[in-house]
Nanobody, 124 residues
Framework: QVRLVESGGGSVQTGGSLRLSCAASGVTGRSNAMGWFRQAPGKEREAVAALYTAVNSPFYASSVLGRFTISLDSAKNTLYLQMNRLKPEDTAMYYC?????????????????WGQGTQVTVSS
C-alpha cells in the first residue's frame, strides 16, 4: 500500500521561500510518477509540478515555472518541492501524489495515491 506524508508547509510573506517534503512508502512497483498538486478554497485541484521517478525530467505548471523546483531523493524515498519568490496566489493546500502515469503528467486524474496535504499561506 502506498503511503505519502507531506510536511514543510507554513506561513510566509510575499517573496519568501518554503520547502515541502513528501515521505513515500510502498511506491516501488506501484507508481512511475510523483507530483505536487494544490487546491485553494473554492477552486479545483491543480498541478504544480511532477516527474517520472526513473528520469530527472520535471514538468511544471506555467504559474510556478522559474520559482519552484521539484526533486526526488530516491535513496530516502522523499519528494521535495522548493518554493521561492512565493506570492499570495500560491496560498493553498499542497498535496503529494503518486501514480502509474502514461503521458499527461500534470493531470491529477492520473494519480491514485494522495497524501493528507500541507497548508501553505503567503501573506502580502
Amino acid at each position: 500500500q502506498v503511503r505519502l506524508v507531506e510536511s514543510g508547509g507554513g506561513s510566509v510573506q510575499t517573496g519568501g521561500s518554503l520547502r515541502l517534503s513528501c515521505a513515500a512508502s510502498g511506491v516501488t512497483g506501484r507508481s512511475n510518477a510523483m507530483g505536487w498538486f494544490r487546491q485553494a478554497p473554492g477552486k479545483e485541484r491543480e498541478a504544480v509540478a511532477a516527474l517520472y521517478t526513473a528520469v530527472n525530467s520535471p514538468f511544471y505548471a506555467s504559474s510556478v515555472l522559474g520559482r519552484f523546483t521539484i526533486s526526488l531523493d530516491s535513496a530516502k524515498n522523499t519528494l521535495y518541492l522548493q518554493m521561492n519568490r512565493l506570492k499570495p496566489e500560491d496560498t493553498a493546500m499542497y498535496y503529494c501524489a503518486a501514480g502509474m502515469v502514461d503521458g499527461r503528467l500534470l493531470d491529477p486524474d492520473n494519480y491514485n495515491a494522495w497524501g493528507q496535504g500541507t497548508q501553505v499561506t503567503v501573506s502580502s
